[in-house]
């Protein structure tokens, strides 16, 4: 994954809050690269980080997917009812389109790094906004470490690649006079 954000999606009020949801449901934007992770590989994700065989309680915390496109509603109309025959129980998934997404609020924003006072005070200064910093791959990649979804070991080398991905980039930039 290349970056990640939180927000709103689903419902019909034009800027939902956290304080007022309407319809909406909380959910994640995931920017991905095709050519490290697959959009069947990412349905693997999310069937596997979520119990959706329990019907919703709220719209706030339903379980779905929203497609972007025919192309992705097939494939997670395919991996639901593969994950159906799996579990051997019904799904309750929403498959929908998706309209719109509003980020959420800033401090809702990596908050597992935000809530950590060593490695938030590391980037301090790293990126020109806040919405920089949210949409970082490296911040994106040490609140997945701090969730504990990756190893030290996991987040010593994605940083390194990062880092060299940088440098690459500043190359190019630098070659190119710009």
Known sequence: MVRTRV???GGKNDAPTYADLGEHSEAIQIDYDPTVISYDELLAVFW???SPTSPPWSSQY????FAHD?????????????????????????????????????YHQKH????????????DGAYDSDRE??????????????????????????????????EKRAELIAASGG
């Not at 597992?112 to 060593?118: D, F, P, Q, T, Y």
């Not at 949409?135 to 994106?140: F, G, L, P």
């Open 48 to 50: 596997s980080s979520h």
């Open 112 to 123: 597992r790094l935000r809530g950590n006072a060593k490695w938030t005070k590391a980037f």
């Open 7 to 9: 927000g709103y999606t």
């Open 70 to 106: 025919a192309k992705q509603r097939a494939a997670i109309r395919a991996s639901l009812k593969a994950e159906e025959k799996r579990r051997n129980a019904t799904i309750h998934t929403e498959i929908r389109n998706l309209d719109r997404f509003w980020r959420a609020e800033d």
């Open 133 to 166: 910093f949210v949409d970082s791959t490296a911040a994106m990649r040490v609140n997945a470490f701090l969730g504990g979804k990756l190893t030290s070991l996991d987040l010593q080398e994605e940083l390194v690649r990062l880092d060299s991905a940088q």
């Open 62 to 65: 339903k379980s779905a997917v």
